[in-house]
């Protein structure tokens, strides 16, 4: 290789796109970067209408181009979830998230859960029509009747037969959160 003066935008121009950001296409910076999807997201696709939308983006000018994540990026992306006890993800979503840490790439996304997941496991997100998270989400599950703590996954309390409920444990957010 020789001349080093050739200007390449520093850092990856990926973008992976969930499917209701299909229909936020219009918001998006211009598309001279590449848009990466998953298989996931295109049979999980929420309505009929993001279903049309993705294979019409897919197949304008090539430049959505679908990618599955390896089993590597998915397990990273199942701890980076459970570590913050998010459990509202969608198989699609991993996939999403899985598909970041490997690439290196950005996530388009509207979905606090999704965004919250990039989040905690340092992957950076791009909300469309919606102002975004502020800050990393942690999630606490009790239950209601006795107030016994359980991991992630428990529906219904093994002592007093309650449910189990999730809560929000606030990190940093606004002057004076306490509870
Ligand atoms: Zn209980």
């Known amino acids: 290789m020789g001349a080093s003066s050739e200007s390449k935008p520093a850092g990856p121009a990926l973008l992976i796109l969930d499917s209701p950001a299909f229909l936020q296409l219009h918001r998006l910076p211009p598309l001279e970067r590449e848009l990466l999807t998953t298989p996931q997201v295109v049979s999980e696709a929420v309505s009929a209408e993001a279903r049309i939308r993705v294979a019409q983006a897919a197949w304008a000018g090539g430049k959505v181009r679908i990618a599955a994540p390896g ?61 975004g998270i502020a800050s990393e989400r942690k999630y606490s599950f009790a239950c209601i009747g006795c107030g016994k703590a359980f991991p992630p996954g428990k529906a219904v309390c093994d002592e007093c037969g309650n449910p189990v409920e999730r809560r929000i444990l606030r990190g940093k957010v606004g002057p004076s959160g306490g509870p």
Do not use: H, W
């Open 71 to 131: 089993k590597v990026g998915l397990a990273r992306a199942g701890r980076a979830a459970a570590r913050i006890g998010e459990t509202k993800l969608s198989a699609a979503d991993m996939s999403v998230l899985a598909l970041a840490l490997e690439t290196g790439a950005r996530v388009a996304t509207d979905d606090y859960a999704l965004q919250n997941a990039c989040r905690a496991a340092g992957v950076g997100f791009v909300p469309l029509a919606q102002k």
